[in-house]
């Protein structure tokens, strides 16, 4: 369409025209995301011509038609500026029924939700469209919601969170989402001020349907239910990407602990429920990792303390379900093919790292899964399908960032113990996590841990002495290529290997390693010349 005659006729039609035209531009372009750069300027117009018309006094189908041409506008970040205006900004926020930085009374609010026709919702639900699209692509317009601060409206919407429609309520939702994302310093005033954070679990307790049966324990779902609706599955994520941000920095106080609690007794809840599909499921446990990865690790021992539901006797009486679901969700993220390990997996991993670190019970779980006793020490660590055969293949991964967490989850599975550790994956896997800590030499990490000992299975006790403590496995005996040769032979053989090291180290293609006494590497030459560290222990006169 000819955007010269739009801009005209918003100028000189009437009401009822308007709306035709703009129906049928929406009808062409809404799929179009790809804009033409010289028709910038007239789009540009378009925008405050179609905020000029919001403006006026026009009918509720009017107003649902202008927002949608907004709407497909506001896909392009560079033709926003007359809506990231003061005016613009409160002009879509008063038709999503935000009432900018104004005290609302939430009773008043929910009556006033109730009563609204479904024409007008429909203009509430394009106004909080338009105002996420803006709000992510504009700046300038982020910085007009922090002034006239809207997120204070948007607070007040939540308190009516259980008259929400689904549209409402996700895109609002959303929109507390983005501007908690894109703008940091309107997290502290949501947290300490708007108290966005017990507001956010009144909508995850509401929309997830919990049930208390005791302190910080929910309900467990009904094995036969129908699984949860997709609606209020998409609402959760929402709200649970919101409070993700809102949990970033630290957090202190009676109150804050009593949320914080209350949070993570609600994804433990989350953990056990079931979506529609199986995909959406696991993306909700995702959020929730990531979310439970933001609680002070103290406050997960809520994951497995369920008294009155009770827990395995084995474990002190801990309930293991949750972390049962975890581990079982890390194994779907290793499985994922072409996926992002980054971003997928090392969330969970560090998760359970940090869990099984402070809380002795889960350790033990968590290790009786992963780490069994061992029997077949006939194959390299690395090959097979166990989960630990998984665990040890990513200790050598080329991202630097998933060779460290999963190293550190096994680790802090063995106690931090070194010896424990080889026994598992052997020297050459472990070697980049001991360089790292300075645990080449042997030895344990910094964490105390419980007495609670490991015992060896008969196989991996008659099998031990046959290890190759490099490979971690039992090695097929193979030819010495050495043996039918003279002594004259070897050692020219000798001399022409060591002649081939310091080529190559002279030329710095390679530089030859030590370990130094307190079991960090360093240049050879360093780790020869270095005297040996008196030892304070020592029992010697």
Same mark, same amino acid.
């Given at each position: 369409?000819?955007?010269?005659?739009i801009?005209?006729?918003?100028?000189?039609?009437s009401?009822?025209?308007i709306?035709?035209?703009?129906q049928?531009y929406?009808?062409?372009n809404?799929?179009?995301?790809?804009?033409?750069?010289?028709?910038e300027?007239?789009?540009s117009?378009?925008?405050?011509?179609?905020l000029?018309?919001?403006?006026?006094?026009?009918?509720?189908?009017?107003q649902?038609?202008?927002?949608?041409?907004?709407?497909i506008?506001?896909?392009?970040?560079?033709?926003?500026?007359?809506?990231?205006?003061?005016?613009?900004?409160?002009?879509?926020?008063g038709?999503?029924r935000?009432?900018?930085?104004?005290?609302?009374d939430?009773?008043?609010?929910?009556?006033?939700?109730?009563t609204?026709s479904?024409?007008?919702?429909?203009v509430?639900?394009?106004a909080?469209?338009?105002?996420c699209?803006?709000?992510?692509?504009s700046?300038?317009?982020?910085?007009?919601?922090v002034?006239?601060q809207?997120?204070?409206?948007?607070?007040?919407?939540?308190?009516?969170?259980r008259?929400?429609?689904?549209?409402?309520?996700l895109?609002?939702?959303?929109?507390?989402?983005?501007?908690?994302?894109?703008?940091?310093?309107?997290?502290?005033?949501?947290?300490?001020?708007?108290?966005?954070?017990?507001?956010?679990t009144?909508?995850l307790?509401?929309t997830?349907?919990?049930?208390?049966?005791?302190?910080?324990?929910?309900a467990?779902?009904?094995?036969?239910?129908?699984?949860?609706?997709?609606?209020?599955?998409?609402r959760?994520?929402?709200?649970?990407?919101?409070?993700?941000?809102?949990?970033?920095?630290e957090t202190?106080?009676?109150?804050? @602990?009593h #949320?914080?609690?209350?949070?993570?007794?609600? &994804?433990?809840?989350? /953990?056990? $429920?079931? =979506? *529609?599909?199986?995909?959406?499921?696991?993306?909700?446990?995702?959020?929730?990792?990531?979310?439970?990865?933001?609680?002070p690790?103290?406050?997960?021992?809520v994951?497995?303390?369920?008294?009155?539901?009770?827990?395995?006797?084995?474990?002190?009486?801990?309930?293991?379900?949750?972390?049962?679901?975890?581990?079982?969700f890390m194994?779907?993220?290793? @499985?994922? #093919?072409?996926?992002?390990?980054?971003?997928? &997996?090392?969330?969970? /991993?560090? $998760?359970? =790292? *940090?869990g099984?670190?402070?809380?002795?019970?889960?350790r033990?779980?968590?290790?009786?899964?992963?780490?069994?006793?061992l029997?077949?020490?006939k194959?390299?660590?690395?090959?097979?399908?166990?989960?630990?055969?998984?665990?040890?293949?990513?200790?050598?991964?080329?991202?630097?960032?998933?060779?460290?967490?999963?190293?550190?989850?096994?680790f802090?599975?063995?106690?931090?113990?070194?010896?424990?550790?080889?026994?598992?994956?052997?020297?050459?896997?472990?070697?980049?996590?001991?360089?790292a800590?300075?645990?080449?030499?042997?030895?344990?990490?910094?964490?105390?841990?419980?007495?609670?000992q490991?015992?060896?299975?008969?196989?991996?006790?008659?099998?031990?002495?046959f290890?190759?403590?490099?490979?971690?496995?039992?090695?097929?005996?193979?030819?010495?290529p050495?043996?039918?040769?003279t002594?004259?032979?070897?050692?020219?053989?000798a001399?022409?290997?060591?002649?081939?090291?310091?080529?190559l180290?002279?030329?710095?293609?390679i530089?030859?390693?030590?370990?130094?006494?307190?079991?960090?590497?360093?240049?050879?030459?360093?780790?020869?010349?270095?005297?040996?560290?008196?030892n304070?222990?020592?029992?010697?006169?």
């Amino acid at each position: 369409m000819d955007l010269n005659n739009i801009l005209y006729q918003l100028e000189t039609a009437s009401e009822e025209d308007i709306e035709k035209l703009l129906q049928q531009y929406n009808v062409e372009n809404t799929q179009t995301f790809s804009f033409d750069p010289k028709e910038e300027t007239l789009r540009s117009k378009l925008c405050h011509g179609v905020l000029t018309v919001l403006g006026r006094q026009v009918q509720p189908s009017c107003q649902k038609t202008c927002l949608e041409t907004l709407r497909i506008m506001s896909r392009d970040k560079r033709v926003l500026a007359p809506v990231a205006t003061k005016e613009g900004m409160l002009t879509l926020a008063g038709m999503a029924r935000l009432r900018a930085g104004e005290e609302q009374d939430a009773d008043k609010k929910s009556s006033q939700e109730q009563t609204l026709s479904e024409e007008n919702k429909r203009v509430v639900v394009e106004a909080l469209k338009c105002l996420c699209n803006v709000v992510y692509n504009s700046p300038a317009a982020q910085q007009v919601c922090v002034d006239v601060q809207l997120v204070r409206g948007l607070c007040a919407s939540l308190a009516t969170a259980r008259t929400w429609s689904h549209e409402v309520g996700l895109f609002t939702l959303r929109l507390l989402f983005l501007l908690s994302a894109l703008q940091p310093p309107v997290r502290g005033l949501l947290r300490r001020e708007w108290h966005a954070v017990r507001l956010l679990t009144e909508v995850l307790e509401h929309t997830l349907d919990v049930r208390w049966v005791g302190p910080y324990e929910a309900a467990r779902p009904d094995p036969q239910a129908v699984s949860m609706p997709a609606e209020n599955n998409e609402r959760a994520m929402e709200a649970l990407k919101a409070m993700f941000n809102l949990t970033l920095s630290e957090t202190g106080g009676e109150e804050d @602990d009593h #949320q914080l609690r209350l949070i993570a007794a609600i &994804l433990r809840h989350l /953990l056990m $429920l079931k =979506t *529609e599909t199986e995909e959406k499921t696991e993306e909700a446990h995702s959020h929730a990792v990531n979310l439970l990865n933001n609680l002070p690790v103290s406050y997960l021992d809520v994951l497995i303390d369920v008294p009155v539901q009770g827990g395995q006797e084995k474990y002190a009486g801990k309930n293991m379900d949750a972390i049962e679901v975890l581990l079982d969700f890390m194994e779907k993220r290793i @499985d994922k #093919q072409g996926s992002n390990y980054k971003e997928g &997996l090392t969330p969970v /991993l560090s $998760l359970l =790292t *940090e869990g099984s670190r402070h809380h002795r019970e889960i350790r033990r779980y968590i290790k009786a899964q992963v780490l069994p006793p061992l029997k077949d020490v006939k194959s390299r660590p690395e090959i097979g399908t166990t989960i630990r055969n998984k665990l040890v293949r990513l200790m050598t991964h080329v991202d630097m960032g998933v060779k460290q967490t999963a190293a550190e989850f096994l680790f802090v599975l063995c106690k931090e113990s070194v010896d424990n550790l080889l026994k598992y994956t052997g020297y050459g896997n472990a070697a980049g996590l001991l360089a790292a800590r300075g645990l080449l030499g042997g030895g344990r990490g910094e964490t105390q841990y419980s007495d609670d000992q490991d015992s060896d299975t008969e196989e991996y006790k008659s099998a031990k002495p046959f290890i190759n403590p490099i490979t971690g496995h039992v090695e097929e005996p193979i030819p010495n290529p050495v043996e039918e040769m003279t002594e004259e032979q070897k050692e020219y053989e000798a001399e022409k290997l060591a002649n081939m090291f310091d080529k190559l180290s002279r030329q710095h293609v390679i530089r030859p390693m030590g370990v130094k006494p307190d079991g960090t590497l360093a240049p050879l030459e360093e780790t020869l010349c270095s005297p040996p560290e008196e030892n304070s222990d020592s029992d010697s006169d």
